[in-house]
Nanobody
């Protein structure tokens, strides 16, 4: 059984930064990529960023490109999301996910999910 646990969420002012982490555990953990998604009430889960687990290739949504940086430490089974220049539009619950089947930007393609961590950006 694979478990994903996010950490690092919190309250920050506009223009500030936060760093999220997602740690995977479980004897069966193996993935080709991991992704970050976010969701606000009444909206669908939105792709934020993803990273290829072996080569480290990164992918970003247009809304966060140039502000967010996704990285991973394979030895620790941990993915990070450095979020800079935050705005109120970034307020959401952030989820990490692993083991996508094809489209890394489609939440329906991921098999495993964390419980989410709240990020709130105040004006």
């Amino acid at each position: 059984q694979v478990q994903l646990v996010e950490s690092g969420g919190g309250l920050v002012q506009t223009g500030g930064s936060l760093r999220l982490a997602c740690t995977a555990s479980g004897s069966t953990f193996s993935t080709n990529a991991m992704g970050w998604f976010r969701q606000t009430p009444g909206k669908e889960r939105e792709f934020v960023a993803a990273i290829g687990w072996r080569g480290g290739r990164t992918y970003y949504s247009d809304s966060v490109k140039g502000r967010f940086i996704v990285s991973r430490d394979s030895a620790k089974n941990t993915m990070y999301l450095q979020m800079n220049m935050l705005t109120t539009e970034d307020t959401a619950i952030y989820y990490c996910a692993s083991d996508p089947t094809s489209d890394i930007s489609d939440p329906r393609d991921y098999d495993h999910w964390g419980q989410g961590t709240q990020v709130t950006v105040s004006s």
